[in-house]
């Protein structure tokens, strides 16, 4: 199965430009939560591309979701739990309390003792947005199979309207009621275009992705991102289809598979790197005296440990949990193949995938 080389390596810039942003966060000046708005869209031509097959089932879409995003976010989430409860003072915002707990696991939005609307694993609050997405687009796999896509957007309008109007009364429609949340629409229309075929011309997408890579880092140095999806939204579109009219030219070097590898593994190197840049914060000026995170080498050493941690977690861990988890998810029968069974009748198989995907490892 041919796999998108491009959307990895952007998955690797996205996961690292992350990572800048909270290393960089104490001093007040930096940039790079936009890395999340480029993993939405990315998400939304993702899941386009999936939708795109028509022998795909509700069943095996939520199995595949489930098990790409569940298993390293509950493992990660109970020792988030589990050091609340053991050392509370590591903590700043997050206490120990099963409720809190039950509504992370479940990704349920809900204002923290800050006031702010994170789960206990704090980056997991796109995990919230992700899980909505792919409630919503399951929803549309089961009312129609022609006008998925459209759909999808529309329910999505809904959600954010009826969010907009509660937003002053519960934190669940506050969170909702982010611009962002269009974002995974916005990847859509790029897989129509993507699929009608986008011209490759290296030179311009380069230049065009670094100019909306540059306005989006403009607008968060300054903080003017008010309008999520003016500032972020369609920048991170016009990232995307740069990157995806330069598959033909992604070459084998070293440092290109070093980029695919950071990429696939993108998903852990997220949700575990803001404890490691803690961590690097904290412990490298103990052993290197004079070591400033916020310097340029500091920061380059902290990308560096942050990365091949995730890395680590992807191969040792996240990568068993998840071919473990969709199996088993897979081999579960579904309710009619069971029902079936029982009256003497034959399950149906499951459906070949498509020849042509993303690697889905970075979720």
Not at 196 to 204: A, C, E, N, Y
Not at 248 to 264: D, E, K, P, Q
Request: proline residues 6%; positive net charge.
């Amino acid at each position: 199965m041919k796999k998108l080389e491009s959307i990895s390596v952007l998955r690797a810039v996205a996961a690292t430009t992350v990572i800048y942003f909270h290393i960089m966060a104490p001093t007040g000046h930096t940039f790079g939560e936009f890395g999340v708005d480029i993993f939405f869209v990315i998400s939304g031509f993702v899941i386009a591309l999936v939708l795109d097959n028509p022998k795909m089932t509700t069943r095996r879409f939520l199995a595949d979701r489930i098990a790409r995003i569940v298993p390293l976010y509950w493992l990660l989430t109970f020792a988030v739990f589990a050091g609340a409860l053991i050392a509370p003072s590591l903590f700043n915002s997050t206490t120990a309390d099963f409720e809190s707990l039950l509504k992370s696991l479940l990704f349920i939005p809900y204002r923290k003792e800050s006031g702010a609307v994170f789960p206990m694993l704090f980056v997991g609050w796109t995990l919230n947005y992700e899980m909505l997405f792919y409630a919503v687009t399951a929803i549309s796999l089961m009312l129609t199979r022609r006008h998925r896509l459209p759909l999808i957007a529309a329910l999505i309008f809904v959600i954010f309207c009826a969010a907009n109007a509660w937003a002053p009364y519960h934190a669940i429609a506050e969170f909702y009621s982010d611009q962002r949340i269009f974002e995974f629409p916005l990847g859509f229309v790029i897989y129509r275009l993507w699929k009608f075929g986008i011209p490759s011309k290296p030179v311009l997408a380069v230049g065009v992705a670094a100019a909306a890579y540059a306005w989006m880092a403009y607008v968060n140095w300054h903080g003017l991102s008010h309008a999520m999806l003016l500032y972020y939204g369609i920048p991170a579109c016009l990232v995307v289809i740069s990157s995806l009219s330069l598959e033909a030219a992604m070459g084998s070097g070293l440092l290109t598979r070093a980029a695919i590898f950071v990429g696939n593994a993108s998903y852990a190197v997220y949700l575990s790197h803001p404890y490691c840049v803690e961590a690097a914060r904290k412990l490298l000026p103990q052993a290197l005296p004079g070591f400033d995170a916020t310097a340029p080498a500091g920061v380059v050493v902290i990308i560096l440990v942050a990365t091949a941690v995730g890395g680590a977690l992807y191969v040792l861990v996240d990568k068993p949990l998840h071919l473990r988890s969709r199996q088993l998810l897979q081999s579960l029968p579904p309710l009619r193949a069971r029902r079936s069974a029982h009256a003497g009748l034959n399950p149906t198989l499951e459906e070949a995938p498509r020849n042509v995907s993303v690697n889905h490892d970075a979720g």
